[in-house]
């Protein structure tokens, strides 16, 4: 099948490069609200919530269109989104935000979105943010104001704007609430912008103007820099996940990196750590629900020793080499109660220990999986 094409007439002051390095869904529209543009992170994004090829491509789609639809459906969110569009594209102000939610069978996203204005009669760009991590329903509902959505400038010490960039595009990195650097081809770090949701590692005193391998722990210093280097040397796009001790709790987070011009790297850090939570437990319950299949099954083929459903399940996990704590934390279960279950399975099988039960239940043909 043949790639859609994402760009028209119009969008060209935008670097499709730079903007496909950054992970929120954009697209532009024209003055009717018409897409004219979208990055690779929306055609993604789109296709992991299935939808169709239509909406996954986006060019051509008209957008306020949709928002009125779902809106008149009664959706007070589709309603609060195009309020906020409408209010830039008729130049009431240069940039609004709404939030809203997004919800597939494997998971739900609370998202914000951002329209700025790329002059009256120009159109907007869309930025929509996975806020996740920080949504509260009742604190954030409803249009954000200019001065809000503005709040993100560069620091003092910073840089005015990203030289590497047009007007188009810095309206969009306007939009875009991670953190941002810029660095030079020895991985110094010469100017960066806050995130809106999470803060520094470091003051920004103690990073500007240095090295990320001199304030970065390592490995994580050194991985950053090889991927500044690769992306100098070869101009794609490097992705690097990694975790930071943040007051005293390990927080996951993405780092993007895109060469903008021959001594300039532009870099782009998200705080994953709750979408990385979620998919965790979305692993764990899926495998659970595997487990507890296969040992429903078992139960009607072989149950010599009486055991019940959820005994079996802990023998199952106990023959795979998890410790009570870990059977607890995958069947949401106290640690006392996969203690007594371990009791009953000893008792029940006439054994001495859990590995006497594994061998056993293994001899029998118990298990709902092979340990090994």
């Known amino acids: 099948m043949t790639p859609p094409v994402r760009k028209r007439a119009g969008a060209q002051a935008l670097d499709p490069t730079t903007v496909d390095a950054l992970p929120d869904q954009i697209a532009v529209i024209d003055r009717d609200g018409v897409i004219v543009w979208v990055n690779e992170a929306w055609t993604d ?28 459906q009664g959706s007070a969110e589709a309603a609060q989104s195009l309020a906020a569009i409408e209010s830039v594209l008729n130049g009431e102000q240069a940039r609004a935000s709404a939030r809203y939610s997004c919800r597939t069978s494997e998971w739900r996203r609370s998202f914000e979105l951002t329209a700025s204005g790329l002059g009256l009669g120009n159109g907007a760009i869309l930025v929509h943010h996975d806020v996740s991590a920080t949504d509260d329903a009742e604190e954030h509902g409803g249009v954000a104001s200019d001065a809000a959505a503005a709040s993100t400038g560069w620091p003092v010490g910073g840089a005015a704007e990203l030289p590497s960039f047009g007007r188009h595009d810095n309206a969009l990195l306007d939009a875009i609430p991670d953190l941002m650097f810029e660095v030079d081809s020895d991985a110094r770090i010469l100017s960066f912008r806050p995130a809106r949701d999470f803060d520094p590692y470091l003051p920004p005193a103690e990073f500007l103007g240095r090295r990320v391998t001199d304030v970065l722990p390592s490995p994580v210093g050194d991985r950053l820099a090889d991927a500044i280097a690769v992306a100098f040397d ?5 992705v690097v996940a990694y975790q930071l001790e943040v007051a005293d709790e390990a927080r996951d987070y993405e780092a993007r990196v895109i060469r903008a011009t021959e001594s300039v790297a532009f870099g782009i850090v998200r705080d994953y750590t709750t979408q990385r939570r979620e998919q965790l437990e979305t692993d764990r319950r899926r495998e659970v629900e595997e487990l507890e299949g296969l040992v429903e099954r078992q139960l009607l083929r072989r149950n010599p020793y009486q055991l019940t459903f959820r005994e079996l399940t802990v023998l199952n996990l106990v023959a795979a080499g998890l410790a009570d704590k870990a059977i607890a934390e995958r069947l949401v279960l106290s640690t006392y109660t996969v203690n007594k279950h371990v009791a009953h399975i000893l008792a029940k099988m006439g054994v001495q220990s859990r590995t006497q039960a594994a061998m056993q239940a293994q001899r029998d043909g118990l298990l709902a999986v092979d340990p090994d």
């Open 45 to 72: 994004f789109a296709r992991s919530a299935g939808a169709s090829d239509e909406v996954c491509q986006g060019v051509g789609t008209h957008y306020l269109d949709e928002c009125r639809r779902v809106a008149a």
């Open 234 to 238: 070869t101009g794609v796009i490097q």
